[in-house]
């Protein structure tokens, strides 16, 4: 089994940064990419970012870009996102995910979630 364990979240005021972190650990797993995702309350799950582990290409969801920036440490088998100029409408849990090739563009294995409050 593969086990992913976000954590970093936390209330910030708007403005403000945080980074969480993921971290991968369990049997190998040749993954494809990461991505993170948020689910604000009431809403649908949406994917936030997404980095390819190989060659580290990232996609963004137009609400962050500029804003947000994923990274990842392969050595650690870690990803990072980094969250700059929080805005209330950030506050969502945040998950990261695990994609392997075969399983695209579905995503395999899924953190517990990092709550992630932003106020104004």
């Known amino acids: 089994q593969v086990q992913l364990v976000e954590s970093g979240g936390g209330l910030v005021q708007a403005g403000g940064s945080l980074r969480l972190s993921c971290a991968t650990s369990?049997?190998?797993?040749?993954?494809?990419?990461m991505g993170w995702f948020r689910q604000a309350p009431g809403k649908e799950r949406e994917i936030v970012a997404r980095?390819?582990?190989?060659?580290?290409?990232?996609d963004y969801a137009d609400s962050v870009k500029g804003r947000f920036t994923i990274s990842r440490d392969s050595a650690k088998n870690t990803v990072f996102l980094q969250m700059n100029s929080l805005k209330p409408e950030d506050t969502a849990v945040y998950y990261c995910?695990?994609?392997?090739?075969?399983?695209?563009?579905?995503?395999?294995?899924w953190g517990q979630g990092t709550q992630v409050t932003v106020s104004s």
């Open positions: 980095i390819t582990w190989s060659r580290g290409s990232t």
């Open positions: 995910a695990a994609q392997s090739r075969a399983a695209l563009p579905e995503y395999d294995y």
């Open positions: 369990g049997r190998t797993f040749s993954r494809y990419a």
